[in-house]
């Protein structure tokens, strides 16, 4: 049934006028473009590449002695996000603050990649790139900001090489996957492991389908429905069509890494039993020592709230300050509110740990 | 069946569109129980149960899982089959079933089809166990409903009135499957799908190989002891001191990085990394890519 067919003898004729104009205000949005600022890349590890925004004119005569900022997003999503149009940007938040800000994108892995492991991501990839950082600064230890899965590297990292990370903000990051409201652990929990690195690369689409089923109706339907409904207006339709782009433009999974995530982490809980190892040394988030700036979301559905905040139990960083945001998951990079919030706090919890 | 959000690839205008199909089809229904001069809301049960419990089936056939085993020739078809054919009760192997013609040796052939089938037939026990909880799901949202909005509201009279309604449907279908798939026996179920998806992916490759190795190609295994043997030198190496740790950076610099969708990307032509200001000799060996000799910890 189309929906001319079902608005014609449906109730209430001026809604299925409101959303015939919506629909038609989609279609003009539909091959609207993602991402503002201009960035270079700077360093390439396997599919993994490096990328350096270039400062904004406003604030091009930053000192070259800035100390850097890399941002370690999530493997299961593109890190366009955070950067996917000028007044919805968290990258450009940064740069108008004057920071030096590069970004790791994991890429595409192909079935040459099946075998790359975390250990590969975490010492080679996001190791690789804080080597380049470091070396082209000329610094000992740079900031390092980790999001959602990237955040959890981040720590590994943070922990396996405390000299290299001076500070790190870590942004809707799950430390304790047990806690009791995390669907998606329950889900995993069963899963076999084995079989999941032996059937090859997991495509973007699957994972989406099992984001998308934590909360099907809301997902898949009602998001849909209020925004036919709203009569927005075409920029906010074209804001939504950014946002879906996004959240359905999802890399495939890397075999080995994604088994190796699910059974470490969502299986075993090994950052919180500190039992984790990696290039044959623990992981323990007690070395940890660095200050720790914890941003996570309030009505964030794929991290609760307390497996983030449960980071704070397990640092070993004197110097921690948590925030909780009363905001979603991808809320937390987009939404206006939190758009304004989560910069803000970034950039001047930085400033005062310079 | 596909849905919008499944298989292989998003369609934001299919997904908006078969959203805005279901959204009139419910005010349709609230309509029809609030037509007389006083709404029969229980007599919405029902037809509001039937809708949703479709809706799940088709758009959680094998909750998200079965995705995975997509990309394989024959898998999709065969796994949308094996769906169907559960539900309309009907046999194995179903239509498409990508097995039976192949020209394999007669052990090969039996001992992999054997399997394969043993699989399919878990796969459409599994599914038909999903079915089940669809119902459950189903019947407790529009109950549940019924009961919230029975007491209170008069017929939807106006636009606002009636997505009111909408909400209110919604929050009742989130909060019943919820209650669901949180428990203990649907996360089982959930992972027992996922396992068997798995292995019918893995015994279809196998399979493949095969047939593979019956016309002299490469195969995946030959591929992944070559991609193996490659690992273990690069390690060998690295620990040897002869390669870098970290693979080395001028040449990505002179190539323009893959930056599908995004926008505002500058080329790497000339991408220079700052120059040190007092780095280190070991640290701009590291921005080179050489190996980083580290003081032990």
């Known amino acids: ?354 | 069946m596909e849905t919008p959000t499944s298989g292989s690839g998003f369609r934001p205008d299919a997904a908006i569109s078969e959203a805005a199909g279901r959204f009139f089809e419910l005010l349709k229904t609230f309509g029809t129980a609030a037509s007389g001069a006083t709404p029969e809301w229980s007599a919405l049960a029902a037809p509001l149960a039937t809708q949703f419990e479709q809706w799940l089936r088709v758009s959680q056939s094998a909750g998200p899982w079965f995705a995975a085993a997509a990309g394989v020739p024959g898998a999709g078809t065969a796994g949308a089959a094996c769906a169907a054919s559960t539900a309309a009760g009907l046999g194995f192997p179903p239509a498409g079933w990508p097995f039976a013609s192949l020209p394999l040796g007669v052990t090969g052939a039996s001992s992999g089809e054997t399997r394969a089938l043993e699989l399919f037939a878990r796969l459409g026990q599994l599914q038909a166990q999903l079915a089940a909880h669809w119902t459950e799901v189903a019947n407790t949202a529009a109950q549940r409903f019924v009961a919230r909005v029975g007491g209170t509201a008069a017929a939807p009279g106006s636009v606002d009135q009636a997505l009111k309604l909408y909400e209110l449907w919604v929050n009742c279908a989130e909060e019943a499957y919820a209650a669901t798939v949180h428990r203990s026996d649907f996360a089982r179920l959930q992972a027992d799908l996922a396992n068997t998806s798995a292995a019918l992916l893995v015994e279809q490759r196998r399979y493949a190989e095969t047939l593979a190795r019956a016309f002299g190609l490469p195969t995946r295994s030959e591929i992944d002891a070559l991609s193996a043997q490659l690992r273990e030198l690069r390690r060998e190496l690295t620990g040897r001191g002869d390669a870098p740790t970290a693979p080395q950076a001028p040449r990505a610099e002179r190539r323009a990085p893959s930056a599908a969708g995004t926008a505002g990307t500058r080329g790497t032509r000339g991408a220079k990394p700052p120059r040190p200001k007092g780095a280190s000799r070991a640290s701009r060996a590291a921005g080179r890519g050489a190996r980083v000799r580290r003081p032990p910890r």
């Open chain 1, 1 to 354: 049934m189309s929906v001319a067919d079902a608005g014609r003898s449906a109730p209430f004729p001026e809604l299925t006028l409101r959303i015939a104009d919506t629909l038609a205000r989609l279609q003009r949005a539909r091959d609207v473009a993602v991402g503002c600022s201009e960035k270079r890349a700077v360093w390439k590890c396997g599919k993994t590449t490096l990328y350096h925004y270039l400062p904004l004119a406003a604030t091009r005569r930053v000192p070259r002695d800035t100390r850097p900022l890399l941002i370690c997003f999530a493997l299961v999503n593109r890190p366009y996000v955070l950067d996917l149009q000028p007044d919805r940007s968290l990258v450009r938040r940064l740069l108008e603050a004057g920071l030096s800000v590069y970004l790791i994108d994991w890429g595409d892995p192909d079935d040459a990649d099946r075998y790359v492991d975390l250990e590969e991501y975490i010492e080679r990839h996001l190791g690789g790139s804080v080597r380049y950082i470091l070396g082209s600064h000329g610094s000992e230890a740079l900031d390092l900001l980790g999001v959602c899965q990237g955040g959890v590297l981040s720590l590994c990292y943070s922990a396996l090489h405390p000299g290299e990370v001076r500070n790190l903000v870590t942004l809707t990051t799950p430390v304790d996957f047990h806690t009791p409201d995390n669907l998606l652990s329950k889900w995993v929990r069963g899963l076999d492991t084995a079989l999941i690195a032996a059937s090859g690369n997991v495509p973007g689409e699957m994972l989406n389908g099992l984001f998308l089923a934590l909360m099907p109706l809301r997902l898949a339907q009602q998001k849909y429905v209020r925004l036919l409904t709203s009569n927005p207006d075409q920029r906010t339709v074209e804001d939504f069509v950014r946002m879906e782009k996004w959240i359905f433009d999802s890399p495939p999974q890397a075999a080995a890494a994604l088994a190796e995530f699910v059974r470490w982490f969502y299986q075993e809980n090994r950052l919180v039993h500190g039992t984790l190892e990696l290039a044959g040394r623990r992981v323990r988030l007690g070395d940890v020592r660095s200050p720790l700036l914890n941003l996570y979301a309030l009505e964030d559905h794929i991290v609760p709230p307390a497996a983030a905040a449960a980071l704070g139990h397990y640092v070993g960083s004197r110097d921690y300050s948590e925030c909780a945001v009363a905001t979603g998951h991808i809320g937390m990079y987009v939404s206006r509110a939190a758009g304004a919030e989560v910069p803000r706090r970034i950039t001047a919890w930085l400033a005062a740990h310079r």
